[in-house]
């Protein structure tokens, strides 16, 4: 059994300007995603310029945050954001939705692509192999701050959070997440992006990789307590996981037909 390191949240403490780890864990995100996009711009494999690279990192970060803190409105308190609608507004009182984020980028990469009269799925293709980076780094700040922790087990590295109060070992979920969704996903996605492929594929492949990643890792992480396990034995991330499969695997369908019919 292990015992959960006790982080000081803030990182860097300039006079009364404090700079906290998790802030700075989406900071180093966006700055991976544009070293490593750099990279894919100079291999060659798109005719996107760093310009754009940096536009798209821009515009990414507005679609997180609005798709992140709208998504968890509208799937996990409904009711309560209904009833205090500008309360959507308050990101520093916490409640971000991955799928709401993507939902908010696929938004801002559509309008970008539409710019540079470009697909959705071009564009999807770029950036897809770095997304995993800014993943990554995302569940390392939620470990350092203590948050999204496991379930209950009996294995050796389970560990005690003193932030759930009852002294139990938990998985440490936070990091399986940042290895399987961050870690190998990337890694995954960096292979494949290798070689030319069908338009849409690594797209695809981002969805379905990242869909099958959160199920699973979803039957150790503790649900949160005012929704708890729905419908199916299964977590509200592991439902809005589904999707993402299931578009994926479609994605992946249409873009293999289309290659396989031309001439």
Do not use: C
């Not at 409904?78 to 991955?98: C, K, R, T």
């Amino acid at each position: 059994m292990l015992h959960y390191p006790q982080f000081d949240p803030v990182a860097l403490q300039l006079g009364p300007v404090a700079i906290h780890w998790y802030g700075l864990m989406y900071l180093i995100g966006f700055a991976l995603v544009w070293i490593f996009g750099r990279i894919r711009i100079k291999n060659g494999h798109t005719d996107l310029t760093v310009r754009d690279l940096e536009d798209i990192i821009f515009y990414g970060v507005l679609g997180v945050v609005a798709g992140g803190r709208l998504g968890y409105a509208l799937f996990y308190k409904p009711d309560v954001y209904l009833a205090n609608p500008l309360e959507i507004l308050y990101v520093w009182q916490g409640g971000m939705s991955f799928h709401g984020g993507l939902v908010g980028v696929i938004v801002v990469l559509a309008l970008f692509a539409r710019k540079k009269g470009k697909s959705l799925l071009e564009i999807g293709d770029f950036i897809a192999p770095l997304v995993p980076l800014g993943l990554m780094t995302g569940r390392l700040g939620n470990f350092i701050n203590g948050e999204l922790w496991g379930r209950p087990t009996d294995l050796p590295w389970g560990m005690v959070f003193p932030h759930t109060g009852d002294g139990l070992a938990r998985h440490p979920s936070q990091l399986y997440e940042m290895a399987l969704e961050g870690a190998v996903l990337f890694l995954i996605l960096w292979w494949l992006a290798r070689k030319p492929r069908p338009t849409g594929q690594l797209s695809a492949f981002f969805l379905i990789g990242y869909g099958m990643f959160r199920f699973l890792v979803e039957f150790t992480r503790e649900p949160d307590a005012f929704l708890g396990v729905l419908s199916g034995g299964l977590t509200m991330g592991q439902w809005l996981s589904l999707p993402m499969i299931a578009a994926g695997v479609f994605i992946a369908w249409v873009s293999a037909r289309k290659s396989t019919l031309k001439p």
